[in-house]
């Protein structure tokens, strides 16, 4: 049997011969593929991922805030307790009531159930420290300090 010789009625110079290796249609009726701009879709890309980030960045900024603001009210609370059990305590103090702190002349601490403006004219000479009030952790929440005063 002699082998009848294909004809494609296709031109040749309309079609390729391996047209899974080509970057464009390999034939007239194929869909058209248009090349990206590689540099547009990497700096779109780009640009969405620093939004992200940083907004992520952010979040973990402000929740290392609070934590840290927390920390130092819990400090706070730690050393200024310290100063109102090395004070003198007339009374048995409540969870929950509100205490002030004073600073003596002879550098001793006291601890009263008298505010600062509840002396009237028999004001002793007393340097108002803090006003506190006794959590149930038996540590002291300051409510006002006075900011001429360190722990």
Known sequence: MSKKEIINPIDKDKISDNPGKIAFPHSIGS???K???QGKIKGRSV???EFQTDMQLNQIYEQMQLL???AKILNDRKKISHFIYSAEIRFE???NH???LYKRENL???LSLVGPNDWGRTKQNLIFVATVRLLADHTWEIIEKNPEMEF
């Open 35 to 37: 090349p990206e701009d």
């Open 31 to 33: 869909a058209v593929i």
């Open 68 to 70: 840290a603001n927390q």
């Open 93 to 95: 103090p409540f969870v």
């Open 108 to 110: 001793t601490y006291s």
């Open 98 to 100: 509100i205490y002030h």
């Open 47 to 49: 640009s969405a991922m």
